[in-house]
């Protein structure tokens, strides 16, 4: 449980936290190569390992991220692809009924994803998610991914909040210990991020499987934005 009398500011990360994260994993480990195999010719595997390997090169980049870049990379629109797969975006277990109830608490509520731009339009376009949320921020629209000091500063210029105040879920542990290092006074990740998936362990930081996990929020008077 949470003591929500010190938070003033709750900040989400969207796939894997708001979003079941099956989407992305099935898009970028099987969509993705069985269309990059099919266009040069080669199996799904070597299309896999090729891919894996490129990924890894720009792992924890703003690249890692960016639709864009994986275009210029594999020769067509990527964006483009994930329409295909919108019947598999849907929200985490009790994900919404909790962004309810911190809005109703009267707390800010700000979304905080690495996701392009194209692919949050894509999710909002598909779920009631941007209902809730009082700001929708993608690290492109910093230039820093989450994982780097810059995305936070960037954050806290054009949205001015108290670090120390804020509680801030993610399901990466590389962006939970930028946020922490920023002065986050409160972080929690989550357990199943993808639904296919088996739980995690080991896990550095406290950790959640449903939102239910960090109690009602109380009800506080709206925080001045």
Not at 49 to 60: E, K, R, S
Not at 137 to 166: C, I, M, N
């Amino acid at each position: 449980m949470l003591d929500w009398s010190r938070i003033d500011t709750v900040i989400l990360d969207m796939d894997g936290t708001v979003l079941d994260l099956h989407f992305d994993n099935r898009f970028w480990l099987h969509h993705l190569p069985a269309t990059y195999a099919e266009r040069n010719g080669m199996s799904h595997d070597e299309a896999l390992t090729h891919l894996v390997g490129l990924f890894a090169g720009q792992q924890g980049s703003l690249n890692w991220y960016c639709t864009d870049y994986w275009s210029s990379q594999v020769g067509f629109d990527v964006a483009a692809l994930k329409p295909a797969l919108k019947h598999l975006i849907r929200e985490r277990t009790d994900a919404f009924s909790f962004l309810s109830a911190v809005k109703a608490s009267g707390r800010r509520l700000w979304l905080a994803t690495n996701a392009h731009r194209a692919s949050l339009e894509l999710k909002l376009a598909e779920t009631t998610m941007g209902d809730w949320f009082d700001a929708m921020v993608s690290s492109h629209d910093y230039g820093a991914p989450k994982e780097e000091q810059a995305f936070w500063q960037a954050l806290q210029t054009a949205h001015p909040f108290d670090p120390a105040r804020a509680l801030f879920i993610d399901d990466s542990e590389a962006v939970l210990d930028s946020a922490a290092r920023f002065g986050i006074g409160q972080l929690r990740t989550i357990i199943t991020p993808d639904s296919q998936k088996p739980q995690r362990s080991d896990l550095r930081y406290p950790a959640i499987d449903h939102f239910a996990e960090l109690g009602q929020p109380t009800r506080q008077e709206p925080a001045s934005r």
